[in-house]
């Protein structure tokens, strides 16, 4: 009935086959090609992907490819219309008020149709499935499937924050039109906007929200939509994959922002309707998002004295409860009086100096290395690190009062000797090294939650980048300390961040749409001193120095730019000590002696320090000749 458009491309159906194919259609049970005509999903991306006019009976290559012995490839869309056509059979025997949204005789939104494009390579291309539809049975909760985007354990924090399910606010409500001499402009945009809420389409819906508060400010049913349009909106972001963020990431406000215009709404709503139990509903979801369980738990105990009987009350009453259980609220309340000036954080092994002043003990001696003077007030301090002691009542007041946070203050000091198991929040982007300073510009809404939270901890989060060949994270990241953080008044952040040292990644998962990882410190194996290694690695690190400096000291005769010129005078004043093998090395990478050295992979020390040296200077190493010799 029909012939391949080429070799490569999927069958083109002509008039006549697609007629053939809708007679046939009719005898199979829940198959209607009424339905299928208006099947955004099946003939659009099908449309897409293999120039398919709206043919999808079941007995074409296309459909079922492996029955006729087919391939699945990335151009076409077997999968996907394999589902398809299995999904619609299940559609009679569901409610349709479940189906709302979800239906064939609802248009999809081009977001959505994005995802189910995605669902093809995904289905295709990756194992596992990573960002598959989901059927209509998994999204009424009849059927969980397996997740393969979490191969290993959870943390404790993932599993709080993708339990989270909103409560009460499956649909909106519909605006009524009281006053008939009233204009129905307001009345169109509701009606506009509750079309694209029940379709999925929230950030249009808000649009339209927004447009009817601006001409009537209090109604409550515009509040009540809108809160619960930018509820949807944080949620959604914060279950996006990391995955599919990476492919395709999404600029704009981030969660935590529409939790709070979300929250912003509710209060409004409230204070208009003050027994109103939708109100106490969208303000605890909107808490909830926020991580703000103590405040929702309020709301929610105080919607439950109006109305015992809710569900949606009762639901999220259960889920703060579980919240609570997993976390210690019975903790005194904690202000800056015990935190450290010069980190910012809670006052570990605190030291306090002749002057009044206390400072965390490594706080102390780190800013003591640049000079004896108290990092607060500038007064000269006479002590060291050996004869200075913590001061021991202190230490256990706090330690008795905020134990939660101490110990974690404990587990961060022990991280930076001991080298053992640690967690990192991932920026995925490039491969960078130690010693390095840079700045970021963070538009998308995953990071902008991501360094919300980082600045609120230890500033520190692992830059690494996305394998081209398996579309995972690579095996190893460098940790950044962001040194610098300056909000913008559009939401975005400029950061400065400085790299600190290197690390493994033992497993990833994600986290509110951003990766975490747990990861193992990585450190370089010099060979032990007095051994012939020692002695050669020296030796080499010695040779490199030289060659550096001389190729520095020519290119500062060479050049005439007083901006290079002054580059180049920092690089030599920064130069580490050769007997600091592993920061010499990362020091040289930065300063590389030709451009493509930078996309260089040095694993190690010494093939670093091999490969660095010019062929002829590894000659006359070799042959054990003096660095002085070198021309260059």
């Not at 000659?619 to 010799?629: C, Q, T, V």
Request: charged share 30%; aromatic share 10%; net charge negative.
């Amino acid at each position: 009935m029909s012939s391949p458009h080429n070799g490569e491309r999927p069958r083109f159906f002509d008039a006549m086959a697609k007629k053939l194919c809708w007679a046939k259609a009719d005898t199979v049970a829940g198959r209607h090609p009424d339905r299928w005509r208006k099947d955004a999903a099946g003939n659009v991306v099908c449309k897409r992907f293999c120039n398919c006019q709206g043919c999808l009976c079941f007995e074409y290559d296309h459909i079922r490819p492996f029955a006729k012995g087919g391939e699945s490839v990335v151009e076409n869309c077997q999968i996907l219309q394999t589902r398809v056509n299995r999904l619609k059979s299940d559609k009679d025997h569901l409610d349709k008020t479940q189906l709302r949204g979800y239906s064939c005789d609802i248009s999809f939104t081009d977001k959505e149709l994005d995802i189910i494009e995605m669902a093809v390579y995904g289905d295709v291309i990756r194992p596992g499935n990573q960002c598959r539809c989901r059927s209509i049975d998994e999204l009424l909760g009849k059927y969980k499937p397996k997740d393969h985007t979490a191969p290993f354990p959870m943390a404790a924090e993932v599993e709080e924050s993708s339990g989270f399910k909103l409560e009460g606010i499956e649909d909106v409500q519909d605006f009524v039109w009281e006053n008939e001499g009233e204009s129905t402009h307001v009345y169109d945009l509701m009606k506009l906007g509750n079309k694209a809420f029940r379709d999925d389409r929230y950030e249009e819906a808000v649009n339209c929200y927004s447009k009817a508060h601006n001409i009537k400010p209090d109604d409550p049913v515009i509040l009540s939509n809108r809160c619960a349009a930018y509820l949807r909106i944080g949620q959604f972001l914060k279950n996006r994959p990391a995955s599919l963020s990476e492919r395709r990431p999404l600029s704009g406000l981030d969660p935590t922002t529409h939790a709070s215009l979300a929250l912003k709404d509710a209060e409004q709503f409230m204070n208009i309707k003050n027994n109103s139990i939708l109100a106490c509903i969208l303000k605890a979801n909107a808490l909830i998002l926020l991580e703000k369980f103590e405040s929702a738990r309020d709301v929610i105990l105080s919607g439950l004295q109006i109305d015992a009987s809710s569900n949606a009350l009762k639901k999220l009453e259960k889920f703060t409860g579980n919240m609570f259980g997993k976390r210690n609220h019975g903790q005194t309340p904690r202000t800056d009086d015990f935190d450290c000036t010069v980190c910012l954080k809670l006052l570990y092994e605190p030291i306090t100096t002749p002057c009044g002043h206390t400072f965390c003990r490594s706080c102390l001696f780190q800013s003591m290395d640049r000079g004896n003077r108290c990092p607060l007030c500038r007064t000269v301090l006479f002590i060291s690190a050996r004869t200075c002691a913590i001061s021991v009542t202190l230490k256990n007041i706090i330690e008795r009062n905020f134990p939660a946070e101490y110990a974690e203050r404990k587990l961060e000091d022990d991280s930076l000797t001991n080298m053992g198991p640690d967690f990192l929040p991932l920026f995925v982007l490039d491969v960078i090294l130690p010693c390095q300073k840079f700045h970021l510009n963070i538009f998308e809404a995953r990071y902008r939650l991501m360094v919300r939270r980082i600045m609120e901890g230890n500033r520190r989060m692992g830059m690494v980048i996305l394998d081209s060949t398996t579309g995972s994270v690579a095996d190893y990241a460098c940790e950044v300390e962001i040194t610098d953080c300056e909000p913008l008044p559009d939401g975005r952040f400029f950061l400065e961040v400085e790299s600190r040292r290197r690390c493994r990644i033992l497993r990833n998962w994600d986290q509110d749409g951003y990766r975490v990882a747990e990861i193992e410190w990585v450190r370089d194996l010099t060979p032990a001193e007095g051994t012939k290694e020692r002695s050669d690695l020296q030796d080499m690190t010695y040779v490199v120095a030289e060659y550096a400096r001389s190729w520095i000291k020519a290119a500062q005769e060479a050049t005439r730019d007083q901006v290079r010129l002054t580059e180049l005078h920092k690089a030599e004043g920064l130069m580490p000590s050769t007997t600091d093998l592993e920061s010499f090395s990362f020091w040289d990478c930065q300063h590389p002696l030709d451009p493509f050295y930078s996309f260089f992979p040095f694993s190690s020390v010494v093939p670093f320090v091999n490969w660095h040296l010019p062929d002829h200077h590894q000659d006359l190493f070799n042959n054990k000749a003096h660095p002085s010799s070198f021309s260059t």
